[in-house]
């Protein structure tokens, strides 16, 4: 049986080292959301990644993402899907330390609904199972 792996909105992958990337579209919504120009919202929220081959998030200097608020997303309607599709459609070695979702044993059509709900993509079981 499909396992899914339940958010329980602890933040914490809010809040460790790493990149949100982002893409042109992503950077329209989420300038769209802030109801800045692209220009404004690039100037302000984002920066070059390390690969130097397009845009993430800017970081606060405690190191968590500039848009986390306390315990919130502030822009989760509009957030991108690097972030909508932790942890179930893609993860890393050691995250269930740090992240607290709650593992959920359900049926194929059932796991993908849940997918469908969490990332807004209708994705095949078998690519990550
Ligand atoms: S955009 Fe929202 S969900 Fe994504 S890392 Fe930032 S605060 Fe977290
Ligand atoms: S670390 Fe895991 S449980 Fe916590 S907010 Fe992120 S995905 Fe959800």
Redo the contacts with the bound molecule.
């Keep these: 049986m499909p396992i899914f792996l339940e958010c329980q909105r602890c ?1 914490a ?2 809040r460790w080292p790493g990149q ?1 990337r982002l893409t042109d579209p992503e950077i329209s919504r989420l300038a769209s959301f802030k109801e800045l120009p692209e220009h404004d919202f690039i100037q302000r929220y984002t920066r070059l990644r390390s690969d130097r081959r397009g845009l993430s ?1 800017q970081e606060k200097p405690n190191g968590e ?1 500039v ?2 608020d306390g315990d919130n ?4 309607p509009v ?2 899907q690097q ?1 909508r599709d932790f942890p179930n459609l893609w993860n890393f070695p050691g995250a269930e330390k740090s992240c607290r979702a709650i593992p959920r044993e359900l049926s194929e059509a059932e796991w993908r609904r849940r997918v469908r709900e969490a990332t807004g993509r209708d994705v095949e079981l078998r690519r990550f199972c």
Excluded: I
């Design positions: 933040t992958c809010c949100v998030l993402c848009f986390l997303c502030a822009v989760q957030k991108p972030c």
